[in-house]
Each structure stands twice: as C-alpha cells, then as structure tokens.
C-alpha cells in the first residue's frame, strides 16, 4: 500500500533507511496529533489514580522500610514497583502534573510504535525473502499505524493509572525483538541477548503480571522461523533449554504471586470452571469485534450474571462464533500461512491469561487495556487477510485501498473521541452510563418476558 502512495521516482531515489525515518515520522506525528488533547486531560480521582498515584504511601513517604514493601508485597491486588518508582520520578522533577504524566505515557507509546514496527519489519525480511523492500515496509507501517491509533489503545496511554501497560509492553516488545536476533546468531554469540532479554523480562514484570507469557510468544517465533515443525517435529530439547532462563523466571513470579492469591488456580468465590470457559470464548470474540469495530468502548465492562446466576444467550452465540474463528484458525494452519498463523497467535497468547481460564480477581470480564499488545498480532492477520483478497482479486485494490483508508481515518476519529472521554472521571462516568442503561433496559426485557 505505501508502494502505492509513494511517487515512482521517490521510490526509485531514496534508500529504505530513508523511507523509514519517514515513515516512523509519519507515525509519530499522526500518533502525537491524536492525543495531543491528553496533555490536558485531568487524574481519575474515581478511578484507581488517587491510590495508584496521588495516595501512594511510597511516592508521598519513600525510605527503606517503603521500598522493602514495595519489592515484596502486592499493593490493591497489584505488583508494579518499577511502574511506581516510575511515578515517583515524575512527581520529585514535576510534582502531581497530570499533564506531565499524560505527556511520559505518550511518550513511552511512541517507543513502543516504533518497535513494532522494528519487530514487524525483521519478522517479514527473514519469513519472506521474496517480498519486496516496499511491501516489508508497508506490511510494518500498516501493523504499527494500527498499533498506533486504534481507540481500544486510548485506556493504557490516557490514563495514568495504567501507565503500567505501555512501560511493560516497552520491555516486551525488545525482549521479542532481540529474541528474532538471536535465534539467527550462533549459540555462542547467544548469550548476550539471553542476559539482556532475562533482564529485560524481569523489569517487565515489575510493570505489569501480564509480562509472564513472554516464553510462549518465543514458542510461536520459533513456530513461524520453523524451528519447531506440526506434527513431524513439535520440539526438541535444545528448543526448550534455550528457553529455560525464561521459563524459571516465570516460574518464580507466578510462584511469588500465588502467594497473594493472584495467579493461583484456584481462588475463593470464583466463577466455576465451566462458566470461566464461557466466558473466555465470550471475552476473546468481544476482543475481536471491538478490534474490527470499535464503536462502543467503556472502561468497565461488568460480567453478564453474578456468580451463580443463569447465562444469557448472548453468551452461547459468542461460542458459535468462537467455534467458527477457531476453525478459520485451523484452515490457515494446515495451509501453512505462517503470517496469518503467527499473528492470531501473537493475540492469542497475549490475551490468554485475562480470558478468566485461570481465574483473577477482577470485577470486569474484559477490559480495552488488556488489547495493548494484543493488537500486535490481529493487526499483521488483519492486514495478511487484506493482501490475501488483493492477490486473488486485483482488480480490487482501489476499492479495498480506499478502505484501508477509510477504516484509518475511522479508528483516528473513534481515537480522539476517546481521549475526550477520559478527560476526567465526570466524562468517564458520562461514557459508561450507556452501557448501565443498556444493561438496565436489556434487564426489564428479561423480566417481561
């Protein structure tokens, strides 16, 4: 696509490095346009800033006895120490500047646009030497642009509170770029990129728990550079040892949280398991659906029945479509679309552990948030989907291109509005009063029937 809208001599005269830097300057400026308006946005004083932030003991009162407790206890059901120590550094150079710390998120999602873009780019060169330069690039800038603008990100970079999510996923995203170098290294020159990477996933999940799958996303990085081969060739032991730094690490924060009874898999008044397994398959097909059409976001979307209340059947007809996505999945994997393959992968490991299969405590069944890196990999299927339609159609790249276009501008718009939501807990509240008069009338439906 960017083939297409760049001039023919412009292709011709200018190196890739230097369409790069335009094209991570487009993506920045695009990005930074969108949220502009977050620099004046306020703290969500009814919403998880004013203790996160504004009533942090270790902000307010840091010293030894603070930090001890910060490293080694969960704080309102939480780990992130560094994401604290990352408040506390605003606050001592700007005090409680809401702009301030509005204007460091966005700043940290720029690094992290430009390192999917970085990672897309690197996946594509080595899975598809066939490609041109300028369909790498224009495969990595649509993923990122999507990464960039897509309104379900607005929650983790708009709100301070969450801050959490964009300084992990800052962490992840090198750790899974410097594993695509390092699996291509000899085994001797390896070692380096393992050290850097175990640390990096340590400072990871002292962001944000949801850090811990990160072996798993290796897995199917090997999956698509074919070091691991369905069904003649699954694994083998140098696969997995050369994981193991990884794996102990994950193994000792999960080991440290269930302490605190967050991870464990079993906790006290939890839904059952087989209502947990519907509301993963439900959780998962609202993922996909806000993904392709973002058109009602709230920052709190509360389960569809108490524990011990009776589904509804909006929840079996989520299963249908679960089936049929799955499915679809399978189709794409026994034809060997490693790309199509690799980023519904990517989605789905990510969003794995808040899909309620193991049980967390939280009062929402799902939440925009948790799509921030997600987004990742149903933007490279979605796209893949895209030049699958233009290889078997051509003659529909100005209508599907025009599209593109447009479905870009949509999600910007949908962006900016979002931003206006969150300006504070006044208009967060104003946003998620629909969803609880929506819910309120489905209710009285039910009744009179």
């Keep these: 696509m960017l083939a297409k809208l760049l001039p ?12 790069e830097k335009i094209i991570l300057i487009v993506l920045f400026l695009i990005t930074t346009l969108l949220y502009i308006p977050t620099f004046f946005n306020d703290w969500q004083m009814d919403w998880d800033d004013q203790w996160a932030i504004l009533g942090n003991p270790f902000i307010l009162n840091p010293n030894i006895d603070s930090l001890k407790t910060l490293f080694t206890t969960f704080y309102y059901e939480q780990y992130a120490p560094f994401n604290v120590l990352f408040y506390f550094v605003l606050f001592k150079l700007f005090g409680f500047n809401a702009g301030v710390f509005h204007a460091a998120c966005l700043m940290i999602h720029l690094a ?7 990672i897309v780019r690197e996946l594509l060169q080595n899975l598809r030497s066939h490609y041109s330069i300028m369909r790498v690039l224009s495969f990595a800038f649509f993923t990122s642009l999507i990464f960039a603008i897509h309104p379900l990100q607005v929650e983790s970079v708009a709100w301070n509170s969450a801050s959490k999510i964009v300084l992990y996923a800052f962490c992840y995203l090198i750790c899974v770029l410097l594993y695509l170098k390092q699996i291509k290294v000899k085994r001797t020159n390896s070692v380096i990129y393992k050290i850097y990477i175990s640390l990096l996933f340590i400072i990871a999940l002292g962001f944000k728990e949801q850090a811990i799958i990160l072996p798993f996303t290796f897995f199917a990085i090997d999956y698509v550079f074919g070091r691991i081969r369905f069904p003649n060739y699954p694994l083998n032991s140098r696969i997995i040892l050369e994981k193991l ?49 973002p058109v009602k976001l ?3 979307y509360p389960f569809p029945y108490e524990k011990g209340g009776i589904p509804n059947l909006s929840i079996y007809s989520n299963v249908i479509f679960f089936i049929i996505i799955i499915i679809f999945f399978i189709y794409n994997f026994k034809r060997k679309n490693k790309i199509f393959v690799f980023g519904f992968l990517f989605f789905l490991i990510n969003i794995s552990l808040v899909l309620h299969i193991i049980p967390v405590p939280r009062r929402f069944i799902t939440a925009d948030r948790y799509m921030y890196i997600s987004i990742i990999g149903a933007s490279i299927s979605f796209w893949w989907i895209i030049l699958y339609i233009l290889k078997k159609s051509p003659q529909l790249k100005i209508p599907v291109y025009s599209l593109v276009v447009i479905y870009c501008l949509f999600l910007s718009i949908k962006t900016v509005n979002r931003v206006g939501d969150w300006k504070n807990s006044r208009t967060l509240k104003e946003n998620v009063n629909e969803l609880i008069n929506n819910k309120l009338e489905k209710g009285k439906e039910e009744d009179m029937k």
């Design 245 to 293: 730094p990884y794996i102990i690490i994950a193994l000792a924060y999960w080991a440290f949280s269930a302490q605190f009874e967050v991870g464990s898999l079993v906790l006290k008044d939890s839904y059952a398991l087989q209502e947990r397994l519907l509301f993963g398959m439900q959780s998962m097909c609202e993922y996909v659906f806000r993904y392709l059409a």
């Design 112 to 118: 992290n646009v430009a390192l999917v873009y970085k």
């Design 298 to 300: 709230f920052y709190f």
């Design 8 to 19: 023919l001599r412009f292709n011709a005269n200018i190196s890739s490095n230097n369409v």
